[in-house]
């Protein structure tokens, strides 16, 4: 199959699934000015000489898109069932290798040039996702949404539906070789604590699941937490509560506990590690360190150095590592779950974020990608601590 007849059967496969599908197509290749004039200049083109990341790359866009699966032209084993039959009838007898479980990768053996192209559902059906989950997370601005499914897009398994909600799935990996966890993951509406509530009931309904996470980014006011580090929350101080005296309001610190069963496993990353803070390497090679310390939240997003919240915070607790704005609304979903009249099986809940900015004049928000990716690093890494969830004896 000559390369143009090839580029031109990926514009016919496109046309012909484009009803049913949302079709994008990616050529590895240099064009000549025929095959350019196949595509008609419409199509996405990366050029250079470097196979793997061409294709890693290619798992990106396909990715970020939410697509379903992908597939590089010019079909056999390990294609999905719904155009397998269509596509192969199409493209003959070329070949066709699975290298990732979202990637099927499709090549003319006598040429060098790839094609990808993508399918993803105009409609994802519900039943994708699974019935229970052992970990629901949830997630409040899209830099930190974007930042978790960089990460989670990798795991087998990875799914994203469209119900009322947009909700992602994967299965990520437990402890040792007793299996995986089936994780769960959705945005919140708006940032704040009112507004964290319902994306909290709606995966507690939804899933049911063992154990709640609030995961994104927050602002540290620990001189020793860097940027980009993460913490995960021992304690959770909250700066709610306001008393007027003296005709001036005073706000007062309410401290609540994490649950000991994520108490537990904390203790016992951080004995694995050799101490607290503990390193990982992110997804850019770089490292950053994990801290497990008391997080401050509160309806006010701190950015003043000489902050009087940050100084309650630290009078409270002087170990009080960060300050953000939803884990007292996500504490307080938890904590109303034994009033729901159908029995839930949650046990656990974790703040884990990623330090965005120090919580001064000079908070932006270019690091919060970076810092909610790293926190879902460190929270996969957690989780690979954990045995499945349905074999610990107080779930039984």
Same mark, same amino acid.
């Given at each position: ?18 009803? *049913? ?26 050029? +250079? !000489?470097? /196979? ?8 990106? =866009?396909?990715? *970020? ?5 992908? $597939? ?22 070329? &070949? ?14 006598? !040429? %060098? ?5 993508? /399918? ?14 052992? =970990?629901?997370?949830? $997630? ?24 009322? %909600? ?39 309904? %939804? ?44 706000? *007062? ?9 994520? =108490?537990?496993? &904390? ?20 490292? /950053? ?5 008391? =997080? +401050?939240? +509160? ?44 029995? *839930? ?8 974020? +990623? ?24 929270? &996969?890494?957690?989780?690979? !601590?954990?045995?499945? /969830? ?7």
């Amino acid at each position: 199959m000559a390369r143009h007849a090839l580029l031109a059967l990926a514009i016919k496969l496109r046309r012909q699934f484009a009803s *049913r599908y949302v079709v994008q197509l990616l050529v590895l290749s240099d064009l000549d000015h025929h095959e350019s004039a196949i595509l008609g200049g419409h199509e996405n083109v990366l050029r +250079g !000489t470097n /196979f793997k990341a061409r294709m890693d790359e290619c798992r990106r =866009v396909a990715r *970020r898109e939410g697509h379903a699966f992908t $597939v590089v032209l010019p079909p056999t084993r390990g294609m999905p069932s719904a155009i397998a039959k269509e596509v192969y009838e199409e493209s003959g007898d070329s &070949l066709v290798s699975q290298s990732h479980p979202h990637l099927f990768v499709l090549r003319e053996p006598y !040429t %060098r040039t790839f094609l990808m192209m993508t /399918f993803g559902n105009r409609h994802e059906p519900v039943s994708d996702l699974p019935k229970k989950a052992d =970990v629901a997370v949830v $997630v409040v601005l899209p830099r930190e949404a974007a930042g978790f499914r960089d990460v989670l897009t990798s795991m087998p398994g990875y799914c994203r539906c469209d119900e009322c %909600r947009i909700i992602e799935s994967a299965e990520v990996p437990a402890y040792a070789e007793f299996g995986t966890h089936t994780l769960v993951a959705t945005t919140s509406t708006d940032q704040g604590q009112a507004e964290i509530v319902p994306a909290c009931q709606a995966m507690l309904d %939804r899933f049911d699941p063992f154990v709640l996470v609030l995961l994104g980014i927050a602002g540290s006011i620990d001189p020793d937490i860097g940027l980009l580090d993460v913490v995960f929350a021992n304690q959770v101080i909250s700066y709610m509560k306001i008393k007027e005296k003296g005709g001036q309001p005073q706000k *007062r610190g309410e401290g609540y506990p994490i649950p000991a069963m994520v =108490v537990k496993y &904390l203790n016992e990353v951080e004995t694995e590690r050799g101490g607290c803070p503990y390193s990982l390497v992110g997804s850019d090679g770089v490292e /950053f360190r994990v801290h497990i310390q008391p =997080v +401050g939240t +509160g309806t006010a997003v701190i950015g003043v150095c000489d902050s009087e919240t940050v100084e309650l915070l630290r009078h409270y607790n002087d170990k009080c590592a960060a300050v953000e704005t939803e884990a007292h609304g996500v504490l307080q979903a938890f904590l109303q779950v034994p009033l729901n009249p159908e029995p *839930r099986h949650v046990q656990g809940l974790m703040i884990v974020r +990623g330090v965005s900015d120090h919580a001064d004049e000079e908070k932006k928000d270019d690091s919060q990608f970076a810092a909610a990716r790293n926190a879902a690093i460190a929270l &996969l890494e957690l989780m690979r !601590t954990i045995p499945p /969830f349905e074999q610990h004896s107080l779930l039984r």
